[in-house]
């Protein structure tokens, strides 16, 4: 660990790079920096396959450790909403790529299936035809409208089978199945694929699904659960990252990255040593977790002295946290060819300590409160504020803390507000401004940024959220059978950051603006007048021909009776 002073000054001079902003009115809010990203900027939208794609069970997919948690029907999501249908994107293709076409993004990050091409998760037991032909005409379809995928192998929806077998990623095991599941894709899209993510924000993966039981498989293993989950998909990883590095880099010429999600930390108190060394804390419990191994060859070292420590004083033979052998930490440092970075939000932070008799958590291990600022922007969510300086700092410490890699931001966006108008999402509009500008003063400062991945295409499942929460771009009607789609204003705005590559100038992004607000109001009386629209086409549908046929009976009628009569 860091001594406290060596720790203090890194985080001065950290907020020095940062225009050294104060708790109000910082001048990373107070000042809007106009200028254009670096030439060949990547600007894209991403989505996952549980999400979006629905089919949970056609074209022989098998069922992943999220189809079985919310079908258990347990309340183990709002409403016990499943994803059995979700937003029919494996039904949508082209409808889905023309929306990508309309945003004019250069590329498109989602994620396979794993039991939509391995239905057991073993490729020994049997390959999915349907389904590897299912992704490959959707990465040509991509190409062929310019659009490069950015493709995932695992976004959380792990084979049923595989958890049930052999208890998913607490087994050791899991490594050799994730690589030849990933040699397999390699293998069938690698000669059109050339950026590949490993794995999508795995400490969420770890924490919620194996520590505090709210996301799938739903385990409770307070304390255990998760380090041995994130030291197993740590090493997957690493396995994966050799496999192309050896068999297929030579030919494909890809790139083999992963993608970790972190907020960012603030002392709450600059000045108190206990609160910078507690953010710090924070940062290495959260994003150095999983990038300390990778790209210095083990777990930070303030991980290791606090689990370790809090493991003796429960009474612990050995440190909660596994240990990478010599050999290992040989093997699992230098296996990202990019760092991909996701973020939402910032929290202040404070040194708490936790008395270890409360029991092993991740929680008590970390010592720590995370705090928000009353008077930060209220996105609606419970947890999502929008802090834009924030963002700049995490690109800003991930560049100096891991030697300079090139960066991808591969998930960053907001939700709906409550009680919002469903298409003028001027909130997200702000978001993106203010985040992106944040992204631009990064490169600026010197951060090594390659693109930037907003989250997300559509209105989508949202794991134990349900459908609550709405991230897209576009509005999708869950109520309606074939889940159709309609822009927000966010969709203009965000084309014009893409088409400018950045900020032109203070009236061109004020314009950008209110052009996407007259565009929402138009598009919200058009949806506003949908049920009228589909009432008389019902109208026109039944009852015209309903009066047609008796018009035609009532003139047979009159007829036959003249006829009567003449006779």
């Not at 959380?156 to 690589?179: H, I």
């Not at 949202?462 to 309609?486: H, I, L, T």
């Amino acid at each position: 660990m860091k001594p406290v002073w060596v720790v203090t000054v890194w985080w001065a001079l950290l907020r020095a790079s940062t225009l050294g902003a104060t708790r109000k009115g910082s001048p990373e809010e107070a000042s809007f920096y106009y200028g254009n990203f670096p030439l060949g900027f990547s600007w894209g939208v991403g989505s996952s396959a549980f999400q979006t794609e629905g089919a949970w069970d056609q074209d022989g997919k098998g069922p992943s450790i999220w189809d079985a948690f919310t079908h258990s029907r347990k309340g183990n999501v709002l409403g016990d909403e499943t994803a059995d249908v979700a937003c029919n994107s494996y039904y949508k293709v082209q409808e889905d790529i023309a929306l990508l076409r309309e945003l004019h993004v250069s590329h498109y990050r989602f994620s396979l299936s794993w039991p939509r091409l391995l239905p057991t998760g073993i490729r020994a037991d049997q390959v999915n035809k349907k389904g590897i032909q299912f992704y490959s005409d959707f990465i040509d379809a991509l190409l062929k409208s310019n659009i490069t995928p950015v493709v995932t192998l695992h976004h959380w929806d792990l084979p049923q089978l595989l958890q049930v077998k052999y208890g998913g990623w607490q087994n050791a095991s899991m490594a050799n199945y994730f690589s030849d599941y990933a040699n397999l894709c390699f293998e069938a899209f690698g000669d059109r694929v050339k950026h590949w993510v490993t794995f999508s924000d795995p400490r969420t993966l770890a924490e919620k699904g194996y520590e505090t039981g709210h996301h799938a498989p739903g385990m409770k293993l307070h304390g255990t659960g998760l380090y041995k989950a994130a030291h197993h998909i740590i090493k997957a990883h690493a396995q994966a990252w050799h496999s192309y590095n050896n068999t297929w880099r030579s030919k494909q010429q890809g790139l083999v990255g992963i993608s970790l999600n972190c907020d960012w930390g603030e002392p709450v108190d600059i000045s108190n040593p206990e609160d910078v060394e507690a953010a710090e804390r924070y940062l290495q419990f959260c994003l150095g977790w999983f990038a300390n191994p990778i790209y210095a060859g083990d777990y930070p070292q303030v991980m290791k002295d606090r689990v370790g420590r809090k493991s003796a004083e429960q009474g612990l033979d050995m440190s909660r946290l596994p240990v990478f052998s010599l050999q290992e930490k040989s093997y699992i440092k230098g296996t990202s060819d990019f760092l991909g970075l996701g973020h939402f939000t910032t929290r202040y932070i404070t040194e708490r300590k936790y008395p270890s008799r409360q029991g092993p958590s991740y929680q008590n291990d970390r010592d720590l409160v995370e705090l928000v600022d009353p008077n930060w922007p209220d996105l609606g969510s419970k947890w999502l504020y929008s802090v834009p300086w924030g963002f700049r700092r995490l690109l800003n410490f991930a560049q100096a803390q891991y030697g300079n890699p090139p960066i991808y931001v591969t998930e960053n966006g907001a939700t709906q507000k409550l009680h919002c108008t469903q298409l003028c999402d001027e909130w997200r509009i702000q978001y993106l401004k203010e985040y992106i500008n944040e992204m631009l003063k990064a490169i600026k400062d010197g951060a090594n940024i390659k693109g930037y991945t907003s989250w997300s295409l559509l209105d989508k499942f949202e794991w134990d959220r349900g459908y609550s929460d709405r991230y897209g771009f576009y509005y999708v009607d869950f109520n309606k059978r074939n889940r159709p789609r309609y822009p927000k204003a966010s969709v203009e705005y965000y084309k014009k950051i893409i088409t400018s590559n950045g900020f032109p100038n203070l009236r061109e992004v004020e314009s950008w603006y209110l052009k996407a607000l007259e565009i929402c109001s138009i598009n919200n009386q058009m949806l506003a007048a949908e049920p009228l629209l589909s009432y008389m086409q019902i109208v026109s549908e039944i009852v015209v021909p309903t009066v047609c046929t008796l018009c035609i009976l009532i003139a047979a009628v009159l007829l036959v009776l003249l006829l009567r009569s003449l006779s």
